[in-house]
């Protein structure tokens, strides 16, 4: 028989084509296997029960990077041909797949890359289908060497032979290269100028050794890099960085490395994953001494492992340079702060140019390459769970295609002014943009728009429509109506909080109606006011909100984000008690309260709530990044241990959910810790009765937890298990961030479906 076969999904750049190969050569069939803009198409023909056999181990032994969507097969007529199963040249067409992620260098590779007698020997670009570059090095698709920055790389008569020859493992794997004929490493100061001779990696070494700074060129962007064990070096960073208390991740050598600093036990998997995200892991007591530097106040650590060559490279230096690689599975003492460098607000820079002249006079060392970075992509960040990872930032080593749609027209949403992300619907399939960064800096509003170009270009579509944020002053708004005058689209816009619920929606692909709980700083809801502790109902594109966090003065408007005592002086003062303020926090901030309160609007926010129980309970009453305040309360409630809920802390009025009998106790707490971990028992009670018993009044089954706050792993947990306890569904943000980088995926969710009438 002969056999048409379609399969979509993360097909391409995965080494799926010589796999394909490989299986029917081994079968004796013939026919052809190609890429196609809608995934791979494979023809095949042989007898029935082989090509049956080829079928079943197709969908049951894919490679390891591969992930198969759907397939969809067809009989065809026989056809005479030579009996050999081919590679074929590309086909472009309608796209229906992203760019594959990036993927970690694998273990043969690494056995390549420190054997003293191979040719890659220390070559800090060594590859294979396994692992290597892929998204960041992607022109355009079909995934080809020609449609990628390693066109500029002729490849050498050796090379050309792997790639070229089906028994080899690097055969087709795109960025093929060696030392002959492949990109190269150098090392260069502040001003571009060529350091360390013809050993770039011992200089590079021996500059982070010696408490210096180096940045240096991964696959997406530039890490900055210190000794993460010197206190001098720390410091120097955070100067750097403009980060006096905010942490810093860090990258070990391997597992026993890690283990050194944080419990690896439900993180490891993730840890030595093809997709190497940072993991928040719990930071170990008796390495107290370093990790506070890094990350003060808190109790976990975020830690990657090494995922290019020229990681490993800084780290076989650190040890000596051994032979082999039994090296990797020892500890290793080296701890390096592996932080992006760029600019506070300013997205990750990606060329070594804009590196010198933006931070070349505070570096020691750029280490780079002539590898051109098409696509920025920041590191990833994920949270271990015990069903299933959750993800704090989607970025490098994750699918652009993010979750599955129904049909419609194509969609871009613009996202959130900060951590925004774009997304893009099209043929059934929503690509969410890594990370790119906070609008308010003009470099991520050049940044922005050159994702829009790059996603749009990869997946070949124009959107029909254009949705943004309902905040009247966004930037998503402006660039909205420019981009829908451009292409003659329709713009459409999205409430925050809405896009909160309806991003877990799209995770899900929920379509019934769903009640949400959205908890976040800050989101622009009607009338000007400050929403961000929503309770939602959500039926196709329409949303109702059915309840909310009793209102708080926002005492100082935007100020009080950035200064926690303003919500706690405000609760004081609500509560009869302005006489405290003065004791509390100072006779210069009890004058300024007053002005403040007489100028304040309310806020339904839990960001802000968080902040004024921090401060109230001894926590930071000013903070230099965003949750500062909320990640020092949810530390000391992990170190104090479970507490019980205080069903008397609140109160449930018609829409309200009324914390103020747990704020008044809470001012009298004199153990933080106790205090901590009763503001979160309670108010995850709280939050759960009130979801509970508006879900039982209006038939509504499934609840959906989504917004910043439900970062607090404490807080999820909790309400998860009540509402679970209550025989209610609940759905959360899992592979798409549950903050901000979320809300692209929700606004493109909602106008879909507003498209489709529903």
């Known amino acids: 028989m002969r056999r048409r076969i379609r399969v979509r999904g993360l097909v391409q750049g995965v080494g799926f084509r010589p796999f394909v190969y490989g299986l029917a050569h081994g079968l004796g069939l013939s026919g052809t296997v190609r890429n196609r803009g809608d995934g791979v198409e494979i023809e095949v023909q042989g007898p029935g029960a082989l090509v049956d056999h080829f079928g079943d181990r197709l969908t049951g032994e894919p490679p390891p990077l591969a992930r198969i969507d759907a397939v969809d097969m067809e009989a065809m007529a026989l056809r005479s041909d030579d009996g050999v199963f081919h590679i074929a040249a590309s086909e472009a067409g309608a796209v229906r797949t992203g760019p594959p992620p990036d993927a970690a260098v694998c273990m043969p590779c690494l056995r390549e890359l420190f054997d003293t007698d191979d040719r890659r020997y220390r070559y800090p670009f060594v590859n294979c289908t396994d692992c290597g570059p892929r998204a960041t090095i992607i022109r355009t698709l079909p995934y080809d060497r020609l449609a990628t920055s390693m066109a500029e790389f002729a490849l050498c008569p050796q090379c050309r032979s792997e790639y070229e020859d089906p028994t080899d493992r690097r055969f087709h794997a795109q960025p093929v290269a060696c030392p002959t004929c492949g990109p190269r490493l150098r090392l260069v100061d502040g001003s571009g100028q060529p350091i360390g001779g013809l050993d770039a990696m011992a200089t590079a070494w021996t500059i982070l050794r010696d408490g210096g700074i180096l940045a240096v060129k991964g696959l997406g962007g530039f890490h900055l890099m210190g000794d993460a064990t010197q206190p001098s070096v720390v410091a120097r960073l955070r100067a750097l960085k403009r980060r006096p208390t905010r942490p810093f991740a860090v990258m070990a050598a391997n597992l026993p490395s890690a283990r050194m600093w944080v419990d690896t ?315 405290e303020v003065a004791r509390r926090f100072g006779a210069d901030r009890a004058w300024a309260i007053e002005t403040a309160l007489a100028r304040s609007g309310l806020t339904t926010s839990a960001g802000r709530l968080f902040d004024a129980v921090a401060a109230l309970l001894g926590g930071p009453i000013c903070i230099s990044y965003e949750g500062e305040a909320a990640m020092w309360l949810e530390g000391v409630a992990r170190r104090h241990g479970p507490c019980s809920a205080w069903r008397e802390g609140y109160r449930i009025a018609p829409e309200e959910l009324d914390m103020r009998p747990l704020l008044a106790r809470l001012v009298d707490e004199p153990d933080a810790g106790r205090g901590a971990a009763l503001f979160h028992a309670t108010l995850a009670h709280g939050l759960a009765a009130m979801a509970v018993q508006y879900a039982r009044d209006h038939g509504v089954m499934a609840v959906a937890l989504g917004g910043g706050c439900f970062g607090n792993e404490m807080l999820s947990t909790m309400v998860r298990t009540h509402l679970a306890d209550a025989g209610i569904m609940v759905l959360e943000a899992r592979s798409l961030p549950s903050n901000d980088g979320g809300i692209s995926a929700g606004q493109a969710w909602v106008a879909l479906r507003a498209q489709r009438g529903e």
Request: hydrophobic share 45%; with cysteine.
């Open 265 to 579: 036990s439900d993180g490891e998997t993730l840890l030595v994953s093809a997709a190497r995200p940072i993991v928040l892991l719990p930071r170990r007591d008796e390495a107290a001494g370093v990790v506070e530097r890094i990350a003060p106040g808190l109790t976990t650590l975020g830690v990657l492992l090494p995922y290019t060559p020229v990681h490993y490279l800084l780290f076989h230096e650190a040890a000596g340079r051994p032979p082999g690689v039994a090296w990797l599975d020892r500890a290793q003492p080296a701890l390096w702060i592996c932080t992006s460098a760029n600019r506070t607000g300013a997205p990750l820079m990606i060329d070594s140019g804009e590196v010198c002249e933006g931070l070349g006079a505070e570096v020691d060392g750029i280490l780079t390459h002539d590898r051109t970075i098409v696509a920025r992509a920041d590191d990833s960040v994920v949270r271990p769970c015990a069903r299933k990872p959750i993800i704090v930032r989607r970025a490098r080593g994750y699918a652009d295609a993010a979750f599955m749609a129904d049909a419609g027209p194509p969609v871009l949403a613009l996202g959130a002014d900060l951590k925004n992300t774009i997304c893009i619907i099209h043929e059934r399939r929503g690509y969410l943009s890594p990370h790119v960064g906070d609008l308010g800096h003009p470099d991520a509003r050049r940044a922005l728009s050159g994702a829009i170009d790059r996603l749009a270009g990869l997946i070949g579509t124009r959107p029909a429509v254009v949705v943004h944020d309902l905040h009247p002053d966004g930037y998503g708004g402006v660039l909205a109506r420019r981009l829908a005058d451009e292409w003659g689209a329709d713009i459409a816009s999205v409430q925050h909080h809405h896009a909160h619920i309806a991003a877990v929606a799209a995770e899900h692909k929920f379509a019934g109606r769903l009640l949400g709980w959205a908890l976040d700083g800050f989101g622009w809801g009607p009338g000007n006011a400050a929403w961000g502790g929503e309770l939602l109902l959500l039926e196709g594109s329409r949303v109702a909100r059915v309840g909310h966090l009793r209102p708080l003065a926002l005492a100082g408007l935007d100020q009080a984000a950035r200064e926690p005592w303003r919500m706690a002086a405000a609760v004081l003062v609500e509560m009869g008690r302005a006489e």
